[in-house]
């Protein structure tokens, strides 16, 4: 089965970082996208981050531009989100998610969606105050 765990989230002033981590197992496919997504309390979960598998490409929502950097370690099965000059606004569940049908379309034209997205991990909290 496909099993997808973040961990790393935590609280930290509003300027600080953070690193999540996703551990995944189970996935047998050779290419596919792995996203972050992020919910806030009372809104839509919304797409932040994605890296296709293999390769070099990543794909950031403008909000998080110049901030935040995805990475993959294929070699563990992890991928990461780090954070840096975080926002009270980022603050949210940070959700990973991977997708091995799209390729990671929906981030490229800007317009993430979670639809495409089959697999999901149980989140970790984000708080920036």
């Known amino acids: 089965d496909v099993q997808l765990v973040e961990s790393g989230g935590g609280s930290v002033q509003a300027g600080g970082s953070l690193t999540l981590s996703c551990a995944i197992s189970g996935y047998g496919y050779e290419e596919y996208c792995l996203g972050w997504f992020r919910q806030a309390p009372g809104e839509e979960r919304d797409g932040v981050a994605a890296r296709y598998v293999p390769g070099q490409m990543s794909y950031y929502v403008d909000s998080v531009k110049g901030r935040f950097t995805v990475s993959v370690d294929k070699a563990k099965n992890m991928m990461y989100l780090q954070m840096n000059r975080l926002k009270p606004e980022d603050t949210a569940m940070y959700y990973c998610?991977?997708?091995?049908?799209?390729?990671?379309?929906?981030?490229?034209?800007?317009?993430?969606?979670?639809?495409?997205?089959?697999?999901w991990g149980q989140g970790t909290q984000v708080t920036v105050s």
């Open positions: 998610a991977a997708d091995s049908r799209h390729h990671c379309r929906s981030f490229y034209v800007g317009a993430p969606n979670e639809n495409d997205f089959a697999d």
